[in-house]
Nanobody
Framework: QVQLVESGGGLVQAGESLRLSCAAS????????MGWYRQAPGKQRELVAT???????NYADSVKGRFTISRDNAKNGVSLQMSSLKPEDTAVYYC??????????WGQGTQVTVSS
């Protein structure tokens, strides 16, 4: 099993920055993808950003150019640097990990609220 522990969520004003962090523990071998998803009230969960073990990244169009995902291999973790935050970014953000071949793990979720 893999446990994902998130930190960094909170309440910020529009235009500010926030950094989310996620650390993986447990049976973490063969984790090839980590990333972040988010779910706003009344909306489906959507991909925000992912990163593979070799550093390849993928971003949702809505956050491209504002958010940056990175791996922290020393902590078996992943972070999401969010800049120029907008009220539309308000959501519960979930850490995600995938073990080959296609076994998914999820964090508990952390609330990010952006006020105008």
């Amino acid at each position: 099993q893999v446990q994902l522990v998130e930190s960094g969520g909170g309440l910020v004003q529009a235009g500010e920055s926030l950094r989310l962090s996620c650390a993986a523990s447990g049976y973490i071998i063969n984790i090839n993808v980590m990333g972040w998803y988010r779910q706003a009230p009344g909306k489906q969960r959507e991909l925000v950003a992912t990163i593979t073990s070799d550093g390849s990244t993928n971003y949702a169009d809505s956050v491209k150019g504002r958010f940056t995902i990175s791996r922290d291999n020393a902590k078996n973790g992943v972070s999401l640097q969010m800049s120029s935050l907008k009220p539309e970014d308000t959501a519960v953000y979930y850490c995600y990990a995938q073990r080959r071949f296609y076994v998914d793990y999820w964090g508990q979720g952390t609330q990010v609220t952006v006020s105008s």
